[in-house]
């Protein structure tokens, strides 16, 4: 699926990376605790958080995120934009909870980028 | 701001990079940077994707610690042919028990690390799952030191 159809489906808003719309995506990981996003996330995913702060960015750029999207309709810090700007890390708001933002997601054939955690480390 | 090797591995017979990054403690502004060089300077290397991915978490989490409790700290990345070798060395309150702090969940984190997506319990936890060799010893009013091991080859092996 392209990005811009993860925009239209989640009635988000683009904030970083209007350009990097057509980019393909096919896997999600949806958490707050940045320790799970990096034990877990794997790259080319789309990040469904509702963490704000600039950390989002350097977490998504570690493991080769693929795009960010703040869930609960908040919007992220000045820093938080400058720094997606400047990884180009796309990032989208949209007001639909983490719940509902993923099932959205999944009904149109967007996955977990793991789907159950196994062994101590866990790498696709 | 760092020494880049260039050059065949194989002819290399001892460390082929080493650096030393220094990170404030309290400057939570800057936490991540550090694991971000580390991630470009090892893919500039040709590092596959799942030991600069082992390599990057064990340094931004150990960045987040330093960051976080101690006065300051510094981390060090030494390349070897067969295995990197990162120190996370800090000046802080150390760690009095080092078997609880290792438990997943246990965490003396205040809000505004808990704010940053980070302070539940995870820390240690994710830096010695993500190491192939994993040590970790602290004084009580001075600090606390890891060490963690990282074999290269791991993902032909795998």
């Known amino acids: ?124 | 701001m760092w020494k880049r090797w260039v050059g065949p591995v194989s002819s290399c017979k001892k460390w082929l990079f080493n650096e030393t990054f220094s990170v404030q403690g309290g400057n939570f502004d800057d936490a991540g940077r550090i694991s971000g060089n580390i991630k470009t300077i090892l893919k500039e290397m040709g590092i596959g994707n799942d030991v600069v991915r082992m390599a990057a978490v064990i340094t931004y989490e150990s960045e987040i610690n330093i960051v976080s409790y101690a006065r300051q700290g510094m981390i060090r990345l030494h390349m070897l042919p067969e295995h990197i070798e990162i120190e996370a060395v800090d000046e802080g309150p150390g760690i009095s028990d080092i078997r609880l702090a290792m438990q997943q969940g246990w965490s003396t984190a205040t809000d505004k690390i808990r704010e940053m997506g980070f302070g539940a319990g995870m820390g240690l936890n994710n830096i010695r799952n993500f190491s192939d060799i994993f040590h970790i010893s602290s004084d009580v009013g001075s600090g606390t030191r890891l060490k963690m091991i990282i074999h290269i080859q791991q993902e032909q092996d795998r």
């Open chain 1, 1 to 124: 699926m392209l990005l811009r159809e993860v925009q239209k489906i989640l009635d988000a808003e683009v904030l970083v990376g209007a350009e990097k719309l057509d980019m393909e995506v096919h896997t999600a990981f949806g958490a707050d605790l940045m320790s799970d996003v990096l034990a877990f996330a794997v790259s080319g995913c789309i990040l469904l958080t509702g963490l704000t702060n600039p950390q989002i960015i350097r977490t998504a750029d570690v493991l080769d995120i693929a795009a960010i999207v703040i869930v609960r309709g908040k919007k992220p810090f000045p820093e938080t934009l400058r720094a997606a700007a400047d990884k180009k890390i796309p990032i989208l708001s949209t007001k639909y909870i983490l719940f509902e933002s993923a099932g959205r997601l999944y009904e149109k054939g967007i996955v977990g980028c793991v789907e159950k955690v196994g062994g101590s480390r866990v790498f696709l």
